[in-house]
């Protein structure tokens, strides 16, 4: 088995608002390989999107360890930390709120490559045509404002400045629950492909069984900040024990099979 | 663009960008329209205005044109006024911005700083200030600013406190974004429109404390102010009251002009607000 791209073991972490505390992450662990996907799903308010914060350093944990590469993340701070976040990047779940309004689209791309100097200043033009090439844009986007895209461009756009550092891991806080149906399937087509492309290792959060069947290897059920269920994607699906994942596959919808005249008709 | 357009559909920002617009002119070319020193003795005093070509305005007791000096004086304002909001602004935003981004025990001494200033009266600060270090226009311009930068300080905490909180500002930190970068980048273009609104009323307020001062006689001594020309023409109010009238309509109009604009800036600050 390949040394994982990202391991967590234990994260633990508590909100307190004046008396009441709850518990975001209790004991929560996972394990990541190169290329794969991990999915992580669950119902509002069951700690997925505090997972993907806490894992990218956005707060502080109040217990656990995580190990990007090997290398112990939560023990790194300032400098070391910024410089090791080019292995870990994330796609956040609203790109309207997730790129800064008043920057045009090749700021958005460059800031990455600036920012951890992997591109000379002369040749990052090229760069980001090369990147927005590969989430599916056009190269003169890149002077257009952020406010001037639709909800889907956006999302290309974070997928490329994410995508900058060409990390090791891509954490996707539901990246097409905020948009419309008619372009997710576009987007998490191109998410597989840069996937095979790259070999990075995907953490998907979700609450949409539907996609997570379509793009997870691995599923890991999360309730009230604890994962409850994991498993491969196949066998969770066909056999649910936990009774949170039964409560999720219940609400995926199914069309009842119309009837022959209306068809028809 | 679109915020430019609103601010030409509003009538008072039309009018107070015109009156502005005819002060920088006046004060910019005033080399030109009155050359030489405007503190210089050109006729005989206390000449009434529209009586002699030469001083359309009238003289002061020592025969010096007033018009000269009111045109000069129009420099001394808007150049004190400008430089002393934008003074006060720039260190209120640099302390509103460390404040609201880092927090903890670091917002809180800046915050009592900011009380502490809040507190005393902007002008008695002014006052005390320029009486310690002497008046010149650099001493008068800290002088405002000491008493005008907390506004701003906390308007643009509260704006940060906010702006921190947004995906955009994860997003700078996620890439690995230095701190001071993302305070700079991200966070304080997002916190200024609504210190701009501001800024109209700490012109205003820069440009009267400059004349109280200067009719302290805590002005500058080498320019001719409009406070300066009103304390002058004080002992000789009921002979020649024009002394004081025309510095103090120059006065009235120009902090007219800063809030007519202010007004058209809010306008158009609005306006995008409500659309965003």
Redesign the interface.
């Given at each position: 088995m390949t040394a994982p791209a990202i391991e967590a073991r234990g994260l633990r972490k508590t909100f307190r608002s004046g008396s009441r505390t709850v518990a975001a992450l209790d004991d929560v662990s996972l394990t990541l390989a190169p290329g794969e996907t991990l999915a992580v799903v669950g119902a509002s308010g069951s700690g997925k999107t505090t997972l993907a914060r806490a894992l990218m350093r956005l707060f502080d944990l109040d217990g656990g360890s995580v190990s990007l590469r090997g290398r112990d993340l939560l023990a790194l701070s300032g400098a070391a930390l910024r410089a090791e976040r080019r292995h870990l990047q994330m796609v956040f779940q609203d790109p309207a709120a997730a790129l800064n309004p008043r920057a045009t689209i090749g700021r958005v791309i460059e800031d990455p490559l600036r920012v951890h100097s992997i591109v000379p200043a002369s040749r990052r033009r090229d760069a980001v045509s090369g990147l927005l090439a590969r989430v599916g844009l056009p190269a003169d986007l890149a002077d257009r404002p952020v406010h001037a895209l639709s909800g889907g461009q956006r999302q290309r756009v974070a997928i490329a400045r994410a995508m900058a550092t060409q990390p090791a891991v891509l954490v996707l806080d539901e990246p097409v629950s905020a948009l419309d149906v008619s372009v997710r399937g576009q987007i998490l087509n191109l998410l597989m492909d840069l996937q095979r492309e790259d070999g990075i290792a995907y953490l998907f959060i979700s609450h949409d069984m539907g996609v997570v069947r379509a793009v997870a290897d691995r599923v890991a059920v999360m309730a009230a900040g604890r994962i409850v269920e994991a498993g491969h994607t196949a066998t969770v699906f066909a056999s649910p024990q936990a009774a949170e994942t039964r409560a999720l596959l219940d609400a995926v919808p199914h069309l009842p099979p119309r009837p022959a005249d209306e068809v028809s008709r | 663009m679109s915020g430019l357009s609103r601010f030409r559909g509003s009538a008072d920002g039309i009018a107070g960008a015109a009156v502005l617009a005819l002060l920088a002119i006046v004060a910019i070319a005033a080399p030109v329209l009155s050359p030489g020193d405007p503190l210089n003795i050109v006729g005989a005093p206390l000449t009434r205005p529209f009586e002699a070509w030469a001083t359309p305005l009238g003289t002061d007791r020592l025969g010096r044109d007033v018009l000269a000096m009111i045109v000069h004086g129009a420099r001394t304002s808007l150049t004190v006024g400008l430089a002393a909001a934008l003074v006060a602004i720039a260190v209120g935003s640099a302390v509103g911005t460390l404040a609201g981004l880092m927090g903890g025990w670091i917002d809180e001494a800046l915050m009592r700083v900011t009380e502490a200033f809040q507190t005393v009266p902007g002008f008695l600060l002014a006052l005390a200030f320029v009486s310690t270090v002497g008046p010149s226009l650099a001493a008068i311009v800290v002088a405002i600013a000491l008493g005008a930068w907390t506004g701003p300080a906390r308007l643009v905490r509260a704006e940060v406190l906010s702006i921190r909180e947004?995906?955009?500002v994860?997003?700078?930190?996620?890439?690995?974004?230095?701190p001071l970068?993302i305070a700079w980048r991200?966070v304080l273009?997002?916190a200024l429109p609504p210190v701009v609104a501001l800024a109209s009323v700490i012109v205003a307020g820069a440009i009267l404390t400059e004349a109280a001062l200067s009719f302290l006689g805590l002005g500058d001594p080498n320019r001719a102010t409009w406070g300066g020309l009103i304390a002058e023409g004080r002992s000789v109010l009921r002979s020649a009251p024009f002394l004081s009238i025309w510095p103090g309509l120059a006065l009235v109009v120009t902090v007219l002009g800063v809030h007519l604009t202010g007004e058209g800036v809010v306008a158009a600050l609005a306006l995008r607000r409500s659309q965003?």
């Amino acid at each position: 088995m390949t040394a994982p791209a990202i391991e967590a073991r234990g994260l633990r972490k508590t909100f307190r608002s004046g008396s009441r505390t709850v518990a975001a992450l209790d004991d929560v662990s996972l394990t990541l390989a190169p290329g794969e996907t991990l999915a992580v799903v669950g119902a509002s308010g069951s700690g997925k999107t505090t997972l993907a914060r806490a894992l990218m350093r956005l707060f502080d944990l109040d217990g656990g360890s995580v190990s990007l590469r090997g290398r112990d993340l939560l023990a790194l701070s300032g400098a070391a930390l910024r410089a090791e976040r080019r292995h870990l990047q994330m796609v956040f779940q609203d790109p309207a709120a997730a790129l800064n309004p008043r920057a045009t689209i090749g700021r958005v791309i460059e800031d990455p490559l600036r920012v951890h100097s992997i591109v000379p200043a002369s040749r990052r033009r090229d760069a980001v045509s090369g990147l927005l090439a590969r989430v599916g844009l056009p190269a003169d986007l890149a002077d257009r404002p952020v406010h001037a895209l639709s909800g889907g461009q956006r999302q290309r756009v974070a997928i490329a400045r994410a995508m900058a550092t060409q990390p090791a891991v891509l954490v996707l806080d539901e990246p097409v629950s905020a948009l419309d149906v008619s372009v997710r399937g576009q987007i998490l087509n191109l998410l597989m492909d840069l996937q095979r492309e790259d070999g990075i290792a995907y953490l998907f959060i979700s609450h949409d069984m539907g996609v997570v069947r379509a793009v997870a290897d691995r599923v890991a059920v999360m309730a009230a900040g604890r994962i409850v269920e994991a498993g491969h994607t196949a066998t969770v699906f066909a056999s649910p024990q936990a009774a949170e994942t039964r409560a999720l596959l219940d609400a995926v919808p199914h069309l009842p099979p119309r009837p022959a005249d209306e068809v028809s008709r | 663009m679109s915020g430019l357009s609103r601010f030409r559909g509003s009538a008072d920002g039309i009018a107070g960008a015109a009156v502005l617009a005819l002060l920088a002119i006046v004060a910019i070319a005033a080399p030109v329209l009155s050359p030489g020193d405007p503190l210089n003795i050109v006729g005989a005093p206390l000449t009434r205005p529209f009586e002699a070509w030469a001083t359309p305005l009238g003289t002061d007791r020592l025969g010096r044109d007033v018009l000269a000096m009111i045109v000069h004086g129009a420099r001394t304002s808007l150049t004190v006024g400008l430089a002393a909001a934008l003074v006060a602004i720039a260190v209120g935003s640099a302390v509103g911005t460390l404040a609201g981004l880092m927090g903890g025990w670091i917002d809180e001494a800046l915050m009592r700083v900011t009380e502490a200033f809040q507190t005393v009266p902007g002008f008695l600060l002014a006052l005390a200030f320029v009486s310690t270090v002497g008046p010149s226009l650099a001493a008068i311009v800290v002088a405002i600013a000491l008493g005008a930068w907390t506004g701003p300080a906390r308007l643009v905490r509260a704006e940060v406190l906010s702006i921190r909180e947004r995906d955009f500002v994860a997003s700078a930190r996620v890439i690995g974004m230095h701190p001071l970068a993302i305070a700079w980048r991200e966070v304080l273009p997002h916190a200024l429109p609504p210190v701009v609104a501001l800024a109209s009323v700490i012109v205003a307020g820069a440009i009267l404390t400059e004349a109280a001062l200067s009719f302290l006689g805590l002005g500058d001594p080498n320019r001719a102010t409009w406070g300066g020309l009103i304390a002058e023409g004080r002992s000789v109010l009921r002979s020649a009251p024009f002394l004081s009238i025309w510095p103090g309509l120059a006065l009235v109009v120009t902090v007219l002009g800063v809030h007519l604009t202010g007004e058209g800036v809010v306008a158009a600050l609005a306006l995008r607000r409500s659309q965003a």
